[in-house]
């Protein structure tokens, strides 16, 4: 499967955006999708995860703030953030696997064994 991460942009602090993940080359309901991003430096940083079966799994630190959710017809996993702030500020990258993912595993970037190529946040204050 091949993703394409798209949705970036600039947004002053407090305003929103929603990134997509958009798969092709194999049946989309069959992944499992995280999120990720890297700021500055060399970790990437879990955000949420949504497994096949729908189950959704948050970072405590952007849980109320990110909504994760999916659309098979679309091929399309999509990344709500709202209320940005200046921190947020990242490249966001989603990643897919066939395996069922759960709170512990949804986390683990190893999980995943497809990774779009990530789009960039910025949030101003």
């Known amino acids: 499967v091949q993703l394409q991460t798209s949705g970036g942009g600039s947004v002053q602090a407090g305003g929103s955006l929603r990134l997509s993940c958009t798969a092709s080359?194999?049946?989309?309901?069959?992944?499992?999708v995280g999120w990720f991003r890297e700021a500055p430096g060399p970790a990437r940083d879990y955000l949420a995860a949504?497994?096949?079966?729908?189950?959704?799994y948050y970072e405590d630190s952007v849980k109320g703030r990110f909504t994760i959710s999916r659309d098979d017809a679309k091929n399309t996993a999509y990344l709500q953030m709202d209320n940005l702030k200046p921190e947020d500020t990242a490249v966001y990258f989603c990643?897919?696997?066939?395996?069922?993912?759960?709170?512990?595993?949804?986390?683990?970037?190893?999980?995943?064994?497809?990774w779009g190529q990530g789009t960039l946040v910025t949030v101003s204050s």
């Open positions: 949504i497994s096949w079966g729908g189950s959704k």
């Open positions: 080359g194999d049946t989309f309901s069959r992944y499992s």
């Open positions: 990643g897919a696997t066939t395996r069922g993912v759960g709170s512990y595993s949804g986390a683990y970037g190893g999980t995943y064994d497809y």
